[in-house]
């Protein structure tokens, strides 16, 4: 487990920092209607608490790594970002997925930390590609695929919450070797 840090021109530095235990409140507070419109609205205590969990034993059985997204004026978090392994069609990928919480976006908070999330998935596997699934609505999450050197590959229908079939955005960054050529 590692933390990762970068320094936002102009503004306070940006880290990464294990999903911990304490970070139930910061899964709580990413649960606002206006962060989760695109993922089908608020989940109940109960699924996040679920998620909350998901997230520690990720880290304990490595089938993901969720973070915290920090500044020093707000180690207790300011959004949350993380990846898991995924198999797309027999390509190997890893998934991403963030958010950040509203009173914090618009400052590059969502860019830093996806470039120490980047590398922290080249860390875990440099051959393998990382992907996100943004809503083709979802403006600022598209946006910051693109700038983050993601390519689009197309749209799929995907189904989240179950029950809930949108057309998603496919974009993916290819593994490091690939990116050079």
């Known amino acids: 487990?590692?933390?990762?840090?970068a320094f936002m021109g102009g503004m306070s530095d940006v880290s990464l920092r294990p999903w911990s235990d304490d970070d139930l409140d910061l899964l709580r507070r990413?649960?606002?209607p206006e962060l989760t419109a695109n993922l089908g609205g608020p989940e109940s205590d109960e699924q996040v608490a679920t998620r909350h969990e998901r997230y520690l034993r990720g880290w304990r059985d490595g089938s993901s790594q969720m973070y915290a997204i920090t500044t020093p004026d707000h180690p207790?978090?300011?959004?949350?970002?993380?990846?898991?392994?995924?198999?797309?069609?027999?390509?190997?990928?890893?998934?991403a997925g963030w958010t950040?919480?509203?009173?914090?976006?618009g400052h590059g908070?969502?860019?830093a930390a996806l470039d120490l999330l980047v590398a922290e998935a080249r860390a875990a596997d440099?051959?393998?590609?990382?992907?996100?699934?943004?809503?083709v609505d979802n403006e600022?999450?598209?946006?910051?695929?693109?700038?983050?050197?993601?390519?689009l590959e197309g749209v799929e229908e995907f189904e989240?919450?179950?029950?809930?079939?949108?057309?998603?955005n496919v974009w993916v960054l290819p593994p490091e070797a690939d990116a050079t050529a």
């Not at 487990?1 to 840090?5: V, Y």
């Not at 440099?126 to 809503?135: H, M, S």
């Open 109 to 111: 908070i969502a860019r």
């Open 30 to 32: 990413t649960n606002a």
């Open 1 to 5: 487990m590692s933390a990762a840090s």
């Open 100 to 105: 950040v919480v509203a009173a914090h976006q």
């Open 126 to 135: 440099p051959a393998r590609a990382l992907a996100a699934y943004p809503r």
């Open 140 to 151: 600022a999450s598209n946006a910051l695929c693109r700038r983050a050197g993601f390519v």
């Open 160 to 168: 989240y919450p179950k029950g809930t079939w949108l057309a998603s």
């Open 76 to 95: 207790e978090g300011v959004g949350a970002i993380g990846f898991w392994p995924r198999d797309e069609g027999g390509r190997a990928l890893f998934e």
